[in-house]
């Protein structure tokens, strides 16, 4: 299983990116699917996951903010991400739970996109 993440960039304080992460290879279903960041010198941290039912969890700081969405037919996972603030600035990881076509069931990572948002 591969996660291709992109849409990172660099944008100003108060604009906005999308970023988007497909999933392919030996899928036989996909549960959750997520995003997390880490900024240099900090842990990584969750930002926004959806679930199959299409249940949604957000990081606090970015409520109101961001948006997760998901296309189940494409296995894709997308983050939109408005009204962008300085420490938003990260490297971000998409994830997904993932149960392949031998039933064997895993957490899987992208390679990671950076977000840079200049002051």
């Known amino acids: 299983v591969q996660l291709q993440a992109s849409g990172g960039g660099l944008v100003q304080a108060g604009g906005s990116l999308r970023l988007s992460c497909a999933a392919s290879?030996?899928?036989?279903?996909?549960?959750?699917m997520g995003w997390y960041r880490q900024a240099p010198g900090k842990q990584r941290e969750l930002v926004a996951r959806?679930?199959?039912?299409?249940?949604?969890d957000y990081a606090d700081s970015v409520k109101g903010r961001f948006t997760i969405s998901r296309d189940n037919a494409k296995n894709t996972v997308y983050l939109q991400m408005n009204s962008l603030k300085p420490e938003d600035t990260a490297v971000y990881y998409c994830?997904?739970?993932?149960?392949?076509?031998?039933?064997?069931?895993?957490?899987?990572w992208g390679q990671g996109t950076q977000v840079t948002v200049s002051s």
């Open positions: 994830t997904a739970r993932v149960a392949t076509t031998t039933r064997l069931t895993g957490n899987y």
């Open positions: 290879g030996s899928i036989f279903s996909i549960n959750s």
């Open positions: 959806t679930t199959t039912g299409g249940s949604t």
